[in-house]
């Protein structure tokens, strides 16, 4: 292929990631010049006296390359792998292919024989057109908002933020919490004070996404008595339903929340179901 081809098809394979993953990768102009670099790196072989196709064009030797942009940037490693690998993908796309695993021999493909492309031919140029035409499409999917990635990462994840927020006449400004509840689309749930607190779309004036753990998100049931719920630990813990002689409510807060709201309506020793995620 063509520098330009590899250039153009670097950008697209990023910007399908970056859609993909809702994250943002070509973010600085230093960026675009790794994207650039990386895209057409591999070619470099022959002016170091390296047969072509061979070391530089290896699944090792993309990782070798773009490994130290690790200590420039974690973006930026990714930025550089994604355009190597992108190179690599390129290649396998035409007669010649690439061995991955050189010095082993063999060749691998992406395509079938009929689609594969000679370098410099139209075929190449009309791929060119179709991928310059995808790219720029692509340019027109809104980029998701830190919020809207919390409400979709949250299902899966623990999300820590940084934000702030407007309410009763006053801006408050937390740097770092964690999200342990979301409607979805237009609110967010934190726990301040060992108190739920929950915050909407329209409150929220800026929020940065801190840190992303995997965190098991499936209910869990548990009986407990309602005084225990006072104790510490259930400041930590959410709950999102709860039962009294089969009588079940919907709820929102941390155990504590909860006694607090049942303490005065029935007995401390009578026992409630609830399901709830561990918030710490």
Known sequence: MKWITHIALAILVIKITEIAFLTSLLNS??????ASLF???PDFDSFIGIKHRTYTHTVYSAL???YPLIFVDLNLFFVGLLAYLS???GDMMTHSGVKLLYPIETVYYLTPPSWRLKT?????FLALGMILLVTVGLSYVE???ELEKVFRLSTENDVAVSLSYFENGAVYRLDSVKVVWT????SIGIIQDGKFKKISKSQILDLEILDIKDANRQPKSSSVHLRTLKRSTWKHRIVISYSVNEDYSDFTGTGYDLYRKLKNDYDDNIRIKVWYYDAR
Do not use: M
Request: charge should be negative; glycine fraction near 8%.
């Open 87 to 89: 190179h690599l993908a």
């Open 64 to 66: 070798i390359t773009s």
């Open 120 to 124: 410099g031919s139209s075929a190449e």
């Open 29 to 34: 102009h230093l960026a675009w010049v790794v």
């Open 143 to 145: 980029p998701a908002t």
């Open 183 to 186: 409607d979805g689309d237009s």
């Open 39 to 41: 895209a057409v790196f």
